[in-house]
């Protein structure tokens, strides 16, 4: 039987940047991925480093984008000298638009919030946006400058991060699905993969929409909770286009409320995206296509002679509450780390560093409390008693 010190199920960017964070540690590390690592919601993404509240639900993630973003130079510093791959990291930042009758309000309301939770940010006319910018589209009303804000091709990333974890140590496994966590006791031992029994001390779940095809095994008699109770993760879809054009050139972010458009430094210009609850389905349809164009098209018109070079879709993990799933179970060796949403890239490097304090020391320093798996098991524990006492 195979023995690690840390199994990580899930071989995408979070999975990865755990692995290369706790191989540092001199642990011995595995990576399972139950297809080609690093190809799932990581590999569809934009790329956006964006810590700003894109909900009223999202203003609790606000501490651990800031500090996942703080973290980020360092992080791609160490991913690109132990992978001697570049991430194409760029921090040009971001013009956010504002259109309609109350479009400065919004662009004021915006920039207020950004102040209170720490966030850089300044009021611009769409006049003074355009010289930075001449493609912007004339319905912007106001525009928002977000300075601090960052890209990074999250394709590039991934690789150069499961390259940067192979060079310090871990293994790494494609096409092996785990199909169980198995268990001694109160303890999570290992898991089952393919036939094979793997033995571990610590197991973390990072399989973003996937968490829900692991089931629960026992060595020993005994009941345990199943995975979906601490990670309650749908997928929810994403469609995304890559275009290229001969006149328009961006150099930093445009968003809106309806899309946004991230340049990357070959040419190609990124447009998205779509939020749809279509299971597992992963496809481009047309509505898909034309939503994306019709946000790009009003946010740089110029765009109406691009070549779409590229289309895809991918699955975002969500969860009820929209906040991601990180920290230990109260079943020893078992941790997780999934739920990202539509943060996995910026993200990160904090949850690496959160899980990595935790299993090597038994603590962090950050306060992750917000985000904890038993959150889910303490509401529903809170739920089913409330209905024993009204029906008793």
């Not at 899309?259 to 597992?280: H, K, W």
Request: charged letters at 20%; one cysteine or more.
């Amino acid at each position: 039987m195979s023995s690690f010190d840390v199994i990580i199920v899930g071989g995408g960017l979070v999975g990865g940047s755990i692995a290369f964070q706790l191989a540092a540690e001199k642990l011995r590390v595995a990576v399972l991925d139950r297809n080609v690592p690093g190809r799932e919601a990581s590999w569809a993404a934009a790329g956006m480093l964006s810590p700003g509240p894109d909900s009223s639900e999202a203003s609790a993630l606000v501490p651990l984008a800031k500090e996942s973003l703080r973290l980020y130079p360092e992080f791609i510093a160490a991913i690109e000298q132990a992978s001697n791959k570049s991430t194409d990291f760029t921090r040009n930042g971001t013009f956010e638009m504002f259109r309609g009758p109350e479009a400065e309000n919004a662009r004021d309301k915006m920039v207020a919030q950004f102040h209170h939770l720490g966030l850089a940010a300044a009021a611009m006319s769409p006049n003074e946006a355009r010289k930075h910018e001449p493609s912007l589209g004339p319905q912007a009303g106001a525009i928002a400058w977000l300075p601090e804000e960052a890209t990074v091709d999250p394709r590039r990333l991934v690789e150069a991060v499961l390259a940067a974890a192979k060079q310090r140590g871990t293994e790494i496994r494609a096409n092996c699905p785990v199909d169980a966590l198995l268990y001694e006791g109160n303890a999570c031992v290992g898991v089952l993969a393919g036939g094979e029994k793997i033995a571990a001390q610590q197991v973390v779940v990072a399989a973003g929409s996937f968490c829900g095809t692991i089931s629960d095994r026992a060595h020993e008699v005994g009941s345990h909770p199943q995975l979906r109770q601490y990670a309650p993760v749908h997928p929810v879809r994403g469609q995304m286009l890559a275009l290229r054009s001969l006149t328009v050139q961006l150099k930093k972010v445009l968003r809106s409320q309806y899309g946004y458009l991230v340049p990357r430094r070959d040419g190609r210009i990124i447009a998205g995206s779509t939020l749809e609850d279509a299971g597992f389905v992963k496809q481009v349809t047309p509505q898909g296509v034309r939503q994306i164009l019709d946000a790009a098209l009003e946010l740089a018109p110029a765009l109406v002679d691009a070549k779409i070079v590229e289309e895809w879709s991918g699955l975002r993990p969500g969860t009820p509450d929209l906040l991601p799933i990180i920290g230990p179970s109260d079943i020893a060796g078992l941790w997780l780390a999934t739920g990202h949403y539509r943060n996995g890239i910026l993200l990160a490097p904090a949850t690496a560093m959160i899980m990595r304090d935790w299993i090597v020391t038994g603590k962090s320093n950050f306060n992750a409390e917000s985000f904890s798996p038993l959150r889910f098991t303490a509401a529903k524990s809170h739920a089913q008693a409330n209905r024993g006492a009204s029906g008793a």
